[in-house]
Each structure stands twice: as structure tokens, then as C-alpha cells.
């Protein structure tokens, strides 16, 4: 049954969380959930323990550090590795998302918060578009009110939201309204770059580049149309046989990109290169339809996200091949918004969203809707994040640019995780 709509008198909400009232960790649930619920660096979990991961014999990590100021002692005369340094410094941050905990929250919309972006300048600032077409920019940094635009209302689904890196007082959209559009945040439509002009095609991802200056947006029908940031189209080419789901272009490399789509598959393309449908460099085949293909921090993995119950990890060693595979579930319902994990913006670790499955293999009775941390060398599990106040299923989570703080849509809530005794700071 679809999500019944709220009265204006339930739409806005913001909360902010007593500090003095400790949310508690999955640890402290009751008997039979907190047991399938493991909180803490380098804990793992009975159904994730099988990670299928590739090519781990000749992967060398080092050991973790257990003083990152040692760490920075011995890479300063030289005695460690970058890799070392880097592997405490996580070490150091999965540590402290032990006192994470939700300090704030939001409800503003009257349908489910459909998509995410936070400012890239701005730590704590965030973008959040809903199924309505409705657009919140909110800076829970401050007692303001956050700034609001309405949507169409049905019809009007925010499907990709990105601010723009020339102009962060603008933001580029994408929606089932059918276009792909400049706004700013007063409301106002300064371009439009594509319009379906017909209800059964419409937009259902983009990307955007600021060095190069393109707009990338896919359709549900399986095109991707990429554009100058002036609006002038340079192809419009059906690059798989479904809707393309997410379009994402390397953040070191931006003529790279990968798109995903409901067909199952996940393909790689030099924009340099593109001629026609088949002119990707690399196809990869998956069991389901793809929620999404994002490029780590680095550009050199890939992280895909299925429909049901599986993440993975290319390297651009072997695009072709994936590194490793995380069996997770994540199915997907017709009325939520759909999963895609994502990476932290500083250290090599996947963030997720978990829906339990009955049918996934090793679950396990009471087993909670925790926002999941892998790293993403191992594929291991490092910790889960959850609140008892808060316990539906987090389809968006993502951090911020900064990495220290976390936003996340579930449903029609807007949740911010910050290190405890540093969110009354922000």
C-alpha cells in the first residue's frame, strides 16, 4: 500500500537532538536484535563474512596504526608509507563513529525524500529534493528557516540534484516532470536543458563536470544526452536498452563515465570516443537491475549497487572484473526510494542502507534497518550506525565533503549523524 499523504499541519518539522538524552546504540537493544547488530571498528557480521573478494593475496595493507600521532611521526622521518598513514587516519575516524548519533532532524515534505547533495563549500549545508518535486536547501548549522521550494506535487519526482561547482547559489535537477534544469533557490528557472514534452519520458539521473563544463542526464528509456553548461546539446545517443538509473563522471578524469541501468548492466565510456550505442569501452554484466555506479573520491574504483542484495568494487586495474562482491541487502519496493551505497569522501569506506531480507542468506530474526560501513578494501563490515528513535530504512546516506558528518533520507525524514560531542558545535 502506497504512503498516505500528510496534512500541511505534518509537513515541516525540524528537531533538535538533547545531547543529554543518548540515543542508544543497536548494542544496548534488546536481546534478541542487539546480538545481529554490531557496532564498532573492525567488527563483522555472520552474513556478510562471506564477501566474495578477489585478488585480496596480493593486496597489501598495512597494519593499523594504533596512535595516529605516531603514524604521523614515522611518515614524517620517513619510516611509513603514505598507505600506512592513511590506513590510521581511518583507523582513527571508524573510531570515533562509535559516538555518532542523530543530533538533528527533518520533515519537510509530504512525500519521501526521493534525492541528496550537499554543499561542496559548505559543511554543513545540504540539498534534498522529494517525490513531489519539493526542494529543500537546509543549513543545520542555524536556527533559520530553511529555504523552500515547492514542487508540481505527483508527477514531480526529484530523481538527480547537484549543486552547481560555478555557482553554488544554483543547483541543476533533474525529475519526472520530465526535464533537466538550472534553478537557483529562489525559485527561478534560469535553463533548461532537456524536455521530454510528454509524460511517458522523463529524467532519472545526472552528473556535472566544472572543469570540462558538461551537464550528463539519463532518461528512462535508456538515453543519456550530454550538454555544454551553455545548453548546447552534443549528443543524444541510447546507450541502454532500459531507464538509465545513475550517470556519473570520474572526478579526476571527467571524460570518463559510467552509467547503470534497470537492464543490468553497468557500462564505462570515453566521452572522447562515443560514437554510437556500442561504443563503450567496458560492459559489466550484473544479476539485477543497477541502482548505481559512482567513482570513489580518487576516480580509481567503481562502486555498483543493485537492486536486491548485492554491491561491488571495480578497479581500474581490470574495469572488466570485479575486485570484490558484498552481499548485502538491499532489495528494492515500488514505494521507497531506491538504495545506492556511496563512498566517504576521505577514506576508502562504503556507506549503505539495510533492508532486511527473509530470504537473504544468514539473516537473522530482529535484525535492524542499520546505515552499514564496509571497508572498502576488504569488503569487511566496520561498524553500523542506528537509532532506535529512527529505525526505518535509510535509502540515501552520504557524507559530507569534510567526511565528519552524515546526512540521510529515510522516508520522509531528513536525519544529520555528527560525532556526539561535536554536534552541538556545528
Not at 93 to 122: G, N, V
Request: overall charge positive; proline content about 6%.
Amino acid at each position: 500500500m502506497p504512503p498516505r499523504k500528510r496534512s500541511d499541519a505534518q509537513k515541516t518539522e525540524i528537531v533538535l537532538r538533547s545531547r543529554n538524552k543518548r540515543s542508544r546504540s543497536p548494542r544496548e537493544l534488546e536481546p534478541e536484535a542487539k546480538k545481529h547488530c554490531v557496532k564498532g571498528s573492525g567488527s563483522g557480521r555472520g552474513c556478510d563474512s562471506g564477501c566474495l573478494w578477489a585478488g585480496l593475496g596480493s593486496l597489501q595493507v598495512p597494519p593499523p596504526c594504533h596512535s595516529i600521532i605516531r603514524a604521523f611521526h614515522q611518515y614524517k622521518l620517513g619510516r611509513a608509507a603514505w598507505p600506512s598513514l592513511q590506513q590510521g587516519l581511518q583507523q582513527s575516524f571508524l573510531h570515533s563513529l562509535d559516538s555518532y548519533r542523530i543530533f538533528q532532524k527533518a520533515a519537510p515534505f509530504d512525500r519521501r525524500a526521493t534525492s541528496l547533495a550537499w554543499h561542496p563549500t559548505h559543511p554543513s549545508t545540504v540539498a534534498v529534493g522529494s517525490k513531489g518535486g519539493d526542494i529543500m536547501l537546509w543549513n543545520f548549522g542555524i536556527k533559520d528557516k530553511p529555504t523552500f521550494i515547492k514542487g508540481i506535487g505527483a508527477g514531480g519526482s526529484i530523481t538527480g540534484l547537484k549543486f552547481n561547482p560555478l555557482n553554488t547559489n544554483q543547483f541543476f535537477a533533474s525529475s519526472m516532470e520530465g526535464t533537466t534544469r538550472l534553478q537557483d533557490f529562489k525559485g527561478n528557472t534560469l535553463r533548461v536543458f532537456t524536455s521530454s514534452d510528454t509524460c511517458n519520458v522523463w529524467f532519472c539521473s545526472l552528473d556535472v563536470s566544472a572543469s570540462s563544463r558538461m551537464v550528463v542526464t539519463g532518461d528512462n528509456v535508456g538515453n543519456v544526452i550530454l550538454l555544454h553548461m551553455d545548453g548546447k546539446e552534443l549528443w543524444n545517443l541510447r546507450m541502454h536498452k532500459k531507464k538509465v538509473t545513475h550517470v556519473a563522471l570520474n572526478p579526476c578524469c571527467d571524460w570518463f563515465l559510467a552509467t547503470a541501468s534497470v537492464d543490468q548492466t553497468v557500462k564505462i565510456w570515453d566521452l572522447r570516443q562515443v560514437r554510437g550505442k556500442a561504443s563503450f569501452l567496458y560492459s559489466l554484466p550484473h544479476r539485477h537491475p543497477v541502482n548505481a555506479a559512482c567513482f570513489s573520491p580518487d576516480g580509481a574504483r567503481l562502486l555498483t549497487t543493485d537492486q536486491k542484495s548485492e554491491i561491488r568494487v571495480y578497479s581500474a586495474s581490470q574495469w572488466d572484473c570485479p575486485l570484490g562482491l558484498i552481499p548485502h541487502p538491499h532489495r528494492h519496493f515500488q514505494h521507497l526510494t531506491p538504495i545506492k551505497a556511496t563512498w566517504h569522501p576521505r577514506y576508502n569506506l562504503i556507506v549503505v542502507g539495510r533492508y532486511p531480507d527473509p530470504n537473504f542468506k544468514s539473516c537473522t530474526p530482529y535484525e535492524l534497518r542499520t546505515i552499514d560501513v564496509f571497508d572498502g578494501n576488504s569488503g569487511k563490515m566496520m561498524c553500523q550506525l542506528y537509532d532506535p528513535e529512527s529505525s526505518g530504512i535509510s535509502s540515501l546516506n552520504e557524507f559530507n565533503p569534510m567526511g565528519d558528518t552524515l546526512a540521510s533520507a529515510m522516508g520522509y525524514h531528513i536525519l544529520i549523524w555528527s560525532q556526539e560531542e561535536n554536534g552541538t558545535q556545528k
